[in-house]
Protein backbone atom coordinates (compact mmCIF):
# COMPACT_ATOMS: atom_id res chain seq x y z
CA UNK A 1 0.00 0.00 0.00
CA UNK A 2 1.19 3.62 -1.14
CA UNK A 3 0.52 6.74 0.78
CA UNK A 4 -0.16 8.39 -2.10
CA UNK A 5 -3.42 6.18 -2.34
CA UNK A 6 -4.66 8.18 0.12
CA UNK A 7 -5.39 10.88 -2.25
CA UNK A 8 -7.26 8.74 -5.09
CA UNK A 9 -10.87 9.98 -5.75
CA UNK A 10 -12.31 7.05 -4.78
CA UNK A 11 -10.75 6.85 -1.62
CA UNK A 12 -11.31 10.45 -0.68
CA UNK A 13 -15.15 9.91 -1.10
CA UNK A 14 -14.57 6.89 0.99
CA UNK A 15 -12.55 8.79 3.49
CA UNK A 16 -15.49 11.82 3.78
CA UNK A 17 -18.38 9.64 3.87
CA UNK A 18 -16.52 8.39 7.05
CA UNK A 19 -15.82 11.88 8.68
CA UNK A 20 -18.91 13.39 7.87
CA UNK A 21 -21.05 10.48 9.55
CA UNK A 22 -18.64 10.73 12.36
CA UNK A 23 -18.84 14.64 12.38
CA UNK A 24 -22.99 13.84 12.20
CA UNK A 25 -23.17 11.75 14.76
CA UNK A 26 -21.03 13.66 17.53
CA UNK A 27 -22.43 17.22 16.60
CA UNK A 28 -25.84 16.72 15.53
CA UNK A 29 -29.04 14.68 16.99
CA UNK A 30 -31.90 13.17 14.56
CA UNK A 31 -34.18 16.16 16.18
CA UNK A 32 -31.74 18.69 15.65
CA UNK A 33 -32.61 18.42 11.82
CA UNK A 34 -35.95 18.25 10.06
CA UNK A 35 -37.21 14.96 7.97
CA UNK A 36 -36.19 16.28 4.47
CA UNK A 37 -32.81 16.82 5.23
CA UNK A 38 -32.37 13.53 7.57
CA UNK A 39 -33.50 11.94 4.17
CA UNK A 40 -31.03 13.83 2.07
CA UNK A 41 -27.99 13.01 4.62
CA UNK A 42 -29.12 9.24 3.95
CA UNK A 43 -29.13 9.32 0.41
CA UNK A 44 -26.05 11.18 0.10
CA UNK A 45 -24.41 8.41 2.05
CA UNK A 46 -26.14 6.05 0.51
CA UNK A 47 -24.81 7.35 -2.75
CA UNK A 48 -21.17 8.16 -1.93
CA UNK A 49 -20.99 4.03 -0.66
CA UNK A 50 -21.67 3.31 -4.64
CA UNK A 51 -19.89 6.02 -6.25
CA UNK A 52 -16.26 5.25 -4.78
CA UNK A 53 -16.80 2.16 -6.30
CA UNK A 54 -17.78 2.95 -9.54
CA UNK A 55 -15.46 5.74 -9.77
CA UNK A 56 -12.55 3.41 -8.86
CA UNK A 57 -13.72 0.95 -11.58
CA UNK A 58 -14.58 3.42 -14.60
CA UNK A 59 -11.24 5.42 -14.04
CA UNK A 60 -9.17 2.40 -13.04
CA UNK A 61 -8.35 3.71 -9.49
CA UNK A 62 -8.47 0.45 -7.67
CA UNK A 63 -6.49 0.43 -4.89
CA UNK A 64 -5.22 -1.96 -2.26
CA UNK A 65 -6.02 0.90 0.44
CA UNK A 66 -9.30 0.97 -1.38
CA UNK A 67 -10.21 -2.84 -1.56
CA UNK A 68 -9.48 -2.58 2.51
CA UNK A 69 -10.72 0.69 3.29
CA UNK A 70 -13.83 0.76 1.46
CA UNK A 71 -15.82 -1.92 2.63
CA UNK A 72 -14.33 -1.37 6.11
CA UNK A 73 -15.87 1.98 5.58
CA UNK A 74 -19.01 0.76 4.64
CA UNK A 75 -19.50 -1.61 7.75
CA UNK A 76 -18.61 1.47 9.88
CA UNK A 77 -20.61 3.85 8.83
CA UNK A 78 -23.70 2.20 8.55
CA UNK A 79 -23.36 0.90 11.73
CA UNK A 80 -23.05 4.88 12.63
CA UNK A 81 -25.95 5.52 10.69
CA UNK A 82 -28.20 3.29 12.18
CA UNK A 83 -27.39 4.42 15.95
CA UNK A 84 -27.94 8.05 15.07
CA UNK A 85 -31.54 7.00 13.64
CA UNK A 86 -32.18 4.92 16.38
CA UNK A 87 -34.89 6.69 17.69
CA UNK A 88 -37.06 6.80 13.95
CA UNK A 89 -36.37 3.19 13.24
CA UNK A 90 -37.33 -0.50 15.01
CA UNK A 91 -34.56 -1.89 17.52
CA UNK A 92 -35.72 -5.10 15.93
CA UNK A 93 -34.41 -3.55 12.42
CA UNK A 94 -31.20 -2.55 14.14
CA UNK A 95 -30.27 -5.74 15.56
CA UNK A 96 -31.07 -7.08 12.61
CA UNK A 97 -28.81 -5.53 10.51
CA UNK A 98 -25.97 -5.70 13.16
CA UNK A 99 -26.55 -9.36 12.85
CA UNK A 100 -25.89 -9.53 9.62
CA UNK A 101 -23.22 -6.94 9.66
CA UNK A 102 -21.48 -9.52 12.05
CA UNK A 103 -21.60 -12.09 9.51
CA UNK A 104 -20.31 -9.66 6.33
CA UNK A 105 -17.40 -9.08 8.96
CA UNK A 106 -16.88 -13.11 9.50
CA UNK A 107 -16.95 -13.18 5.48
CA UNK A 108 -14.24 -10.24 5.05
CA UNK A 109 -12.15 -11.88 8.04
CA UNK A 110 -12.34 -15.12 5.36
CA UNK A 111 -11.29 -12.90 2.81
CA UNK A 112 -7.98 -10.90 4.55
CA UNK A 113 -6.74 -14.50 6.13
CA UNK A 114 -7.22 -16.43 2.82
CA UNK A 115 -7.07 -13.65 0.29
CA UNK A 116 -10.15 -15.30 -1.65
CA UNK A 117 -11.64 -13.31 -4.95
CA UNK A 118 -14.79 -11.60 -3.94
CA UNK A 119 -16.99 -10.48 -7.12
CA UNK A 120 -19.24 -7.47 -6.38
CA UNK A 121 -22.57 -8.74 -6.59
CA UNK A 122 -25.99 -7.03 -8.13
CA UNK A 123 -28.24 -8.46 -5.28
CA UNK A 124 -25.97 -6.92 -2.77
CA UNK A 125 -25.80 -3.83 -3.95
CA UNK A 126 -30.01 -3.87 -4.49
CA UNK A 127 -30.26 -4.94 -0.82
CA UNK A 128 -27.94 -2.09 0.25
CA UNK A 129 -29.84 0.55 -1.61
CA UNK A 130 -32.97 -1.18 -0.79
CA UNK A 131 -31.70 -0.51 3.19
CA UNK A 132 -31.08 2.96 2.65
CA UNK A 133 -34.46 3.58 0.88
CA UNK A 134 -36.34 2.04 3.73
CA UNK A 135 -34.05 3.93 5.96
CA UNK A 136 -35.42 7.24 4.17
CA UNK A 137 -39.24 5.81 4.44
CA UNK A 138 -38.52 5.64 8.01
CA UNK A 139 -37.67 9.38 8.50
CA UNK A 140 -40.41 10.25 6.45
CA UNK A 141 -42.90 7.71 8.43
CA UNK A 142 -42.43 10.60 10.98
CA UNK A 143 -43.73 13.39 9.30
CA UNK A 144 -46.33 11.16 7.22
CA UNK A 145 -47.55 8.17 7.61
CA UNK A 146 -46.85 5.15 5.62
CA UNK A 147 -48.80 1.91 6.30
CA UNK A 148 -47.30 -1.14 5.88
CA UNK A 149 -43.76 0.14 6.50
CA UNK A 150 -43.18 -2.93 9.00
CA UNK A 151 -44.15 -5.52 6.10
CA UNK A 152 -41.84 -3.89 3.89
CA UNK A 153 -39.10 -3.64 6.54
CA UNK A 154 -39.58 -7.56 7.13
CA UNK A 155 -39.05 -7.98 3.35
CA UNK A 156 -36.02 -6.02 2.93
CA UNK A 157 -34.12 -7.37 6.17
CA UNK A 158 -35.02 -11.34 4.60
CA UNK A 159 -33.70 -10.24 1.17
CA UNK A 160 -30.59 -8.87 3.21
CA UNK A 161 -29.99 -11.56 4.83
CA UNK A 162 -30.19 -14.11 2.26
CA UNK A 163 -27.25 -11.85 -0.14
CA UNK A 164 -25.26 -12.17 3.06
CA UNK A 165 -25.55 -16.03 3.39
CA UNK A 166 -25.37 -16.28 -0.48
CA UNK A 167 -22.39 -14.69 -0.15
CA UNK A 168 -20.88 -17.07 3.00
CA UNK A 169 -21.72 -19.94 0.46
CA UNK A 170 -19.99 -18.58 -2.61
CA UNK A 171 -17.25 -17.33 -0.47
CA UNK A 172 -16.18 -20.56 1.38
CA UNK A 173 -17.49 -23.51 -0.64
CA UNK A 174 -17.30 -22.27 -4.64
CA UNK A 175 -13.91 -20.40 -3.61
CA UNK A 176 -11.86 -23.02 -2.04
Known amino acids: MKFADVFLLPNLITLSRFFLSLYLFFNYSTEDLNSYVLILIIAVIGLSDSLDG?????FNLVSKLGIILDPFTDRVVFIILLIWLSSLIPINLIYAVLIREFLVLLGSIY????????????????????????????VLNTTIFLPYLDQLAFVVIIFYFYVAIEYLYNLIYKSG
Do not use: E, H, P
Open 111 to 138: VLKTGAKINVSKKGKFGTVALFVLLCLF
Open 54 to 58: IVARK
